[in-house]
């Protein structure tokens, strides 16, 4: 699988995991040169708190576009640290 944002391939993996139709990349698998940290947080009821990144590939910026829990609750532990995309990432 891969996430791609402005033309470029920003998370590669064949061992992603599924949950409600969303692939979550290994934490490895992303490129971490094109992501950083934002201070958005949400929280879903079965999954935890969210925690975001915004994206930036050649100076195009998508905010808050990929979301990953780092402390989820029990039921969602196989996706903790995974990485998955929404906002015009295309995942295929």
């Known amino acids: 699988m891969q996430a791609i944002w402005n ?3 920003i ?3 064949d061992d992603t995991v599924v949950v409600e139709g969303n692939h979550y990349f290994p ?3 992303i490129k971490k040169e094109y992501f950083k940290k934002t201070d958005l947080t949400t929280v879903c009821g079965w999954k935890g708190k969210a925690n975001y990144y ?3 590939v050649n100076g ?3 905010k808050d576009c990929a979301w990953y829990y780092a402390e ?3 039921a969602a532990m196989k996706i903790k640290g995974m990485v998955a995309f929404w906002n015009g990432v295309k995942v295929k």
């Open 7 to 9: 033309n470029t391939v």
């Open 72 to 74: 989820p609750n029990d």
């Open 27 to 29: 934490y490895d698998s």
């Open 11 to 13: 998370a590669e993996s």
């Open 54 to 56: 915004s994206v930036d």
């Open 60 to 62: 195009k910026i998508n």
